[in-house]
Protein backbone atom coordinates (compact mmCIF):
# COMPACT_ATOMS: atom_id res chain seq x y z
CA UNK A 1 0.00 0.00 0.00
CA UNK A 2 1.65 3.51 -0.98
CA UNK A 3 -0.61 5.52 0.65
CA UNK A 4 -2.00 7.35 -1.90
CA UNK A 5 -5.50 6.56 -2.56
CA UNK A 6 -8.09 7.38 -5.22
CA UNK A 7 -11.58 7.05 -5.66
CA UNK A 8 -13.63 5.74 -7.81
CA UNK A 9 -11.72 2.24 -8.89
CA UNK A 10 -13.99 1.95 -11.97
CA UNK A 11 -15.96 4.22 -13.70
CA UNK A 12 -18.22 3.70 -16.68
CA UNK A 13 -19.94 6.08 -18.30
CA UNK A 14 -21.26 7.47 -21.85
CA UNK A 15 -19.96 9.63 -24.83
CA UNK A 16 -20.11 13.27 -23.68
CA UNK A 17 -20.33 13.29 -20.45
CA UNK A 18 -17.89 14.35 -17.64
CA UNK A 19 -16.35 13.01 -14.80
CA UNK A 20 -14.20 13.54 -11.95
CA UNK A 21 -11.37 11.31 -10.19
CA UNK A 22 -10.36 11.89 -6.84
CA UNK A 23 -6.73 11.57 -5.18
CA UNK A 24 -5.48 11.71 -1.79
CA UNK A 25 -1.72 11.89 -1.82
CA UNK A 26 0.50 10.00 1.28
CA UNK A 27 0.37 12.23 4.33
CA UNK A 28 3.08 15.13 3.95
CA UNK A 29 3.32 14.96 0.52
CA UNK A 30 2.71 18.96 -1.04
CA UNK A 31 2.87 17.30 -4.89
CA UNK A 32 0.59 15.14 -6.77
CA UNK A 33 0.81 14.05 -10.56
CA UNK A 34 -1.58 12.58 -13.05
CA UNK A 35 -0.67 9.91 -15.44
CA UNK A 36 -2.77 7.82 -18.14
CA UNK A 37 -2.32 4.72 -19.30
CA UNK A 38 -3.67 3.47 -22.13
CA UNK A 39 -2.64 0.56 -24.55
CA UNK A 40 -2.25 2.54 -27.52
CA UNK A 41 -0.34 6.04 -25.57
CA UNK A 42 1.15 3.62 -23.09
CA UNK A 43 1.66 5.65 -19.48
CA UNK A 44 1.59 9.49 -19.92
CA UNK A 45 2.18 12.33 -17.71
CA UNK A 46 -0.78 14.54 -17.81
CA UNK A 47 -0.06 17.13 -14.75
CA UNK A 48 1.49 18.22 -11.38
CA UNK A 49 0.71 20.15 -8.36
CA UNK A 50 2.85 21.52 -5.46
CA UNK A 51 1.09 22.66 -2.55
CA UNK A 52 -1.84 24.05 -4.56
CA UNK A 53 -0.24 25.37 -7.46
CA UNK A 54 0.32 23.76 -10.90
CA UNK A 55 3.80 23.39 -11.88
CA UNK A 56 3.49 21.10 -14.89
CA UNK A 57 1.89 20.09 -17.76
CA UNK A 58 2.21 17.34 -19.91
CA UNK A 59 0.20 15.93 -22.80
CA UNK A 60 -3.45 16.95 -21.46
CA UNK A 61 -6.20 17.71 -23.42
CA UNK A 62 -8.00 20.98 -23.26
CA UNK A 63 -11.16 19.06 -22.19
CA UNK A 64 -9.15 17.95 -19.00
CA UNK A 65 -8.71 20.30 -16.17
CA UNK A 66 -7.33 19.18 -12.22
CA UNK A 67 -6.90 21.32 -9.00
CA UNK A 68 -4.94 20.93 -5.84
CA UNK A 69 -6.86 21.71 -2.91
CA UNK A 70 -5.94 23.57 0.22
CA UNK A 71 -6.04 19.84 1.84
CA UNK A 72 -3.63 18.40 -0.85
CA UNK A 73 -5.70 16.15 -2.32
CA UNK A 74 -6.82 16.49 -5.87
CA UNK A 75 -9.49 16.13 -8.55
CA UNK A 76 -8.78 15.71 -12.77
CA UNK A 77 -11.73 16.68 -14.09
CA UNK A 78 -12.89 14.57 -17.80
CA UNK A 79 -15.38 16.58 -19.99
CA UNK A 80 -17.19 15.56 -23.07
CA UNK A 81 -15.82 12.36 -22.64
CA UNK A 82 -14.99 9.93 -25.99
CA UNK A 83 -13.78 6.29 -26.19
CA UNK A 84 -10.57 7.18 -26.55
CA UNK A 85 -10.76 8.46 -23.43
CA UNK A 86 -11.27 5.20 -21.64
CA UNK A 87 -7.79 4.29 -19.38
CA UNK A 88 -6.27 3.79 -16.46
CA UNK A 89 -5.69 6.89 -14.63
CA UNK A 90 -2.62 6.94 -12.08
CA UNK A 91 -2.37 9.35 -9.05
CA UNK A 92 1.42 9.65 -7.87
CA UNK A 93 2.61 11.97 -4.77
CA UNK A 94 5.85 13.19 -3.31
CA UNK A 95 7.54 15.14 -0.45
CA UNK A 96 8.27 17.78 -2.89
CA UNK A 97 9.04 18.35 -6.22
CA UNK A 98 12.44 17.62 -6.81
CA UNK A 99 14.16 15.43 -9.64
CA UNK A 100 15.30 12.50 -7.51
CA UNK A 101 11.70 12.46 -4.67
CA UNK A 102 10.29 9.31 -5.37
CA UNK A 103 6.69 9.34 -6.84
CA UNK A 104 4.12 7.26 -4.73
CA UNK A 105 1.80 5.79 -7.04
CA UNK A 106 -2.01 5.11 -6.57
CA UNK A 107 -3.98 1.79 -7.29
CA UNK A 108 -5.30 4.11 -10.19
CA UNK A 109 -9.10 4.60 -11.55
CA UNK A 110 -10.52 2.63 -14.61
CA UNK A 111 -12.30 5.15 -16.74
CA UNK A 112 -14.64 3.26 -19.65
CA UNK A 113 -16.60 5.43 -21.94
CA UNK A 114 -18.87 3.57 -23.51
CA UNK B 1 13.56 16.12 -24.12
CA UNK B 2 14.28 12.90 -22.35
CA UNK B 3 13.08 9.69 -23.66
CA UNK B 4 13.22 6.30 -22.61
CA UNK B 5 13.27 2.66 -24.76
CA UNK B 6 12.65 -0.49 -23.25
CA UNK B 7 13.43 -3.06 -25.37
CA UNK B 8 11.52 -6.32 -25.86
CA UNK B 9 7.57 -5.35 -24.80
CA UNK B 10 7.65 -9.43 -23.68
CA UNK B 11 10.38 -11.65 -21.90
CA UNK B 12 10.16 -15.13 -20.82
CA UNK B 13 12.65 -16.54 -18.43
CA UNK B 14 12.91 -19.72 -16.34
CA UNK B 15 12.34 -19.84 -12.68
CA UNK B 16 15.56 -19.55 -11.64
CA UNK B 17 17.01 -17.70 -14.10
CA UNK B 18 18.81 -14.63 -14.81
CA UNK B 19 16.25 -11.62 -15.46
CA UNK B 20 17.47 -9.08 -18.08
CA UNK B 21 15.19 -6.17 -18.84
CA UNK B 22 16.81 -3.84 -21.09
CA UNK B 23 16.40 -0.12 -20.95
CA UNK B 24 17.95 2.84 -23.15
CA UNK B 25 17.46 6.68 -22.28
CA UNK B 26 18.12 9.55 -24.93
CA UNK B 27 18.84 13.02 -22.37
CA UNK B 28 21.06 16.30 -23.22
CA UNK B 29 21.42 16.60 -19.54
CA UNK B 30 22.57 13.81 -17.14
CA UNK B 31 19.47 12.02 -16.40
CA UNK B 32 17.58 10.51 -13.31
CA UNK B 33 16.64 7.11 -14.33
CA UNK B 34 13.70 4.92 -12.13
CA UNK B 35 12.54 1.27 -12.51
CA UNK B 36 8.84 0.80 -11.62
CA UNK B 37 6.84 -2.57 -11.15
CA UNK B 38 3.12 -2.82 -11.87
CA UNK B 39 1.41 -6.03 -10.48
CA UNK B 40 -1.51 -6.61 -12.37
CA UNK B 41 -4.72 -4.64 -11.13
CA UNK B 42 -2.37 -2.78 -9.10
CA UNK B 43 -0.84 1.10 -9.27
CA UNK B 44 3.19 1.42 -9.82
CA UNK B 45 5.82 0.63 -7.52
CA UNK B 46 9.37 1.49 -7.24
CA UNK B 47 12.12 -0.68 -7.58
CA UNK B 48 15.25 1.51 -7.45
CA UNK B 49 16.44 4.32 -9.02
CA UNK B 50 19.49 6.13 -10.30
CA UNK B 51 20.19 10.09 -9.33
CA UNK B 52 24.18 10.61 -8.44
CA UNK B 53 26.91 8.90 -7.34
CA UNK B 54 27.32 5.09 -7.52
CA UNK B 55 26.72 3.37 -10.81
CA UNK B 56 24.97 0.62 -9.63
CA UNK B 57 22.11 0.57 -7.76
CA UNK B 58 20.35 -1.56 -5.63
CA UNK B 59 16.95 -2.13 -5.29
CA UNK B 60 14.10 -3.88 -3.63
CA UNK B 61 12.87 -7.95 -4.24
CA UNK B 62 16.52 -8.43 -5.36
CA UNK B 63 16.88 -6.20 -8.23
CA UNK B 64 19.46 -4.09 -9.26
CA UNK B 65 20.69 -1.55 -12.50
CA UNK B 66 23.16 -0.24 -13.32
CA UNK B 67 23.84 3.19 -14.68
CA UNK B 68 26.28 3.38 -18.02
CA UNK B 69 26.53 6.64 -19.11
CA UNK B 70 28.56 5.46 -22.08
CA UNK B 71 26.46 3.01 -23.90
CA UNK B 72 23.17 5.71 -22.41
CA UNK B 73 21.81 2.44 -20.74
CA UNK B 74 20.03 1.56 -17.21
CA UNK B 75 19.04 -2.31 -17.70
CA UNK B 76 17.44 -4.18 -14.65
CA UNK B 77 18.82 -7.65 -13.41
CA UNK B 78 18.22 -10.00 -11.04
CA UNK B 79 20.32 -13.55 -10.57
CA UNK B 80 17.40 -15.54 -10.25
CA UNK B 81 14.04 -14.81 -11.27
CA UNK B 82 11.26 -16.07 -8.66
CA UNK B 83 7.27 -16.91 -9.85
CA UNK B 84 6.41 -13.66 -8.04
CA UNK B 85 8.86 -11.58 -10.53
CA UNK B 86 6.07 -11.88 -13.00
CA UNK B 87 4.67 -8.16 -13.55
CA UNK B 88 5.18 -5.30 -16.18
CA UNK B 89 8.05 -3.54 -15.58
CA UNK B 90 8.49 0.05 -16.90
CA UNK B 91 12.07 2.34 -16.76
CA UNK B 92 11.37 5.99 -16.03
CA UNK B 93 13.44 9.24 -16.26
CA UNK B 94 12.53 12.87 -14.96
CA UNK B 95 12.44 15.86 -16.97
CA UNK B 96 14.83 17.72 -16.29
CA UNK B 97 15.38 20.59 -18.29
CA UNK B 98 12.08 22.72 -17.57
CA UNK B 99 12.38 21.89 -14.03
CA UNK B 100 9.75 19.88 -13.37
CA UNK B 101 9.88 16.51 -12.28
CA UNK B 102 7.14 14.28 -13.57
CA UNK B 103 7.86 11.29 -15.23
CA UNK B 104 8.53 10.06 -18.99
CA UNK B 105 7.81 6.31 -18.78
CA UNK B 106 8.93 3.63 -21.64
CA UNK B 107 6.60 1.17 -22.94
CA UNK B 108 7.35 -1.33 -20.49
CA UNK B 109 8.27 -5.23 -20.73
CA UNK B 110 6.17 -8.07 -19.67
CA UNK B 111 7.95 -10.47 -17.37
CA UNK B 112 7.03 -14.05 -17.07
CA UNK B 113 7.94 -16.63 -14.94
CA UNK B 114 8.71 -20.21 -16.38
CA UNK B 115 7.87 -22.75 -13.66
Known amino acids: DSGVTQTPKHLITATGQRVTLRCSPR?????VYWYQQSLDQGLQFLIQYYNGEERAKGNILERFSAQQFPDLHSELNLSSLELGDSALYFC?????????????FGPGTRLTVL | AQSVTQLGSHVSVSEGALVLLRCNYS??????LFWYVQYPNQGLQLLLKYTTGATLVKGINGFEAEFKKSETSFHLTKPSAHMSDAAEYFCAVSELVTGANNLFFGTGTRLTVIP
Open chain 2, 27 to 32: SSVPPY
Open chain 1, 27 to 31: SGDLS
Open chain 1, 92 to 104: ASSLRQGYTDTQY
